[in-house]
């Protein structure tokens, strides 16, 4: 008779949590409604902007054309996904989008965090806020405009980079008509653009580092290099792999708007990537089901990269996504 009590009340248990942390659940919220409140905005935009349109990959299936129905007039299967498979020219474009996405991690990921460090060992606070400031702004800049400041600074007429270059060598170079150039331009003015903003996460780790750390260091004789070794690097480390976590989750998303304002067809065999060729299939040629397509298995791939980037980083680091 007792067992069969122990196992009921024990049967009984987790129904009554979840009952609990329901009422827990409801009760935060109406306390801190105000603040649950803020939530609304973000959560309509990405149901509206991300979730909803989900729905519309469905013409990667069927024939749609403009003017016809909404999804498509005739079901086609994978026939659009043969055809971008045996098409050279899309992989011509993920060969680009492979090269420049891993480049773009590779050389810009350290940046934002080897300047966090540097400002973190500032000790002039007014020279310290100028500079965070001074590194923040290009972040708020136009993609248009950043993209047009760019076609000045190189411009081979009146361009300064080719005036100096004039100056020392006596030859200019048409940066954005050379297919060998792109890359560089668009990783180098990415930095630029991003690497202040993306530090302000890391000085938030660090912030959060317990300065009797540093204390105990240096009474045990520990140098600069051997605290940033041995205590800062570690200290944020879980905050590093989030951001690369995340990073590989848009590998496949390099930045669209920059490159359409600033490729041309001289430079299609280093600058056109799959967002690109998406924009000239579906809204040039208008073949969106062939675009659609496309875009559903880019997002697939992309997918896959997070899915195994928080696997490896929950295995090897203990820190991950989910």
Do not use: C
């Amino acid at each position: 008779m007792n067992v069969e009590v122990t196992n009921k009340e024990f049967i009984e248990l987790p129904s009554m949590n979840e009952k609990s942390n329901f009422k827990k659940t409801l009760k935060a919220i109406r306390k801190d409604w105000q603040l649950y409140s803020l939530l609304i905005l973000p959560l309509a935009h990405y149901l509206i902007f991300r979730y909803i349109p989900m729905y519309g990959n469905i013409i990667a299936f069927r024939k749609f054309y403009p003017g016809g129905p909404v999804y498509g007039s005739e079901w086609v299967g994978l026939r659009y996904f043969k055809m971008f498979l045996t098409d050279p020219t899309f992989w011509n474009v993920f060969k680009n989008t492979v090269i420049l996405g891993l480049e773009y991690l590779v050389i810009s990921f350290p940046f934002p965090i080897v300047f966090a460090l540097l400002l973190n060992e500032l000790h002039n606070q007014l020279f310290k806020r100028f500079t965070q400031t001074v590194s923040y702004l290009p972040h708020f800049i136009s993609v248009v405009i950043v993209a047009e400041m760019i076609i000045e600074l190189l411009s081979p007429s009146r361009g300064v980079v080719n005036i100096i270059l004039k100056h020392f060598t006596g030859n200019t170079i048409n940066f954005l008509a050379e297919p060998a150039w792109f890359r560089t331009i668009y990783i180098v003015s990415g930095i630029w653009q991003e690497m202040g903003w993306g530090a302000i996460i890391y000085l938030a780790a660090l912030s959060n580092i317990n300065p009797e750390l540093y204390e105990a260091a240096i009474i045990d004789g520990a140098n600069k290099w051997q605290q940033i070794k041995y205590i800062t690097i570690p200290g944020i480390m879980p905050t590093i792999m989030i951001l690369l976590i995340l990073n590989i989750g848009g590998f496949m998303s390099v930045g669209f708007e920059k490159i359409l304002l600033l490729y041309n067809p001289m430079t299609y065999s280093t600058a056109d990537v799959i967002s690109t060729y998406l924009y000239r299939m579906g809204l040039e040629s208008n073949n969106f089901s062939y675009a659609a397509a496309i875009g559903l298995f880019d997002s697939i791939i992309a997918l896959m990269l997070l899915t195994i980037a928080n696997y490896l980083s929950k295995k090897f680091t203990e820190t991950s996504l989910w």
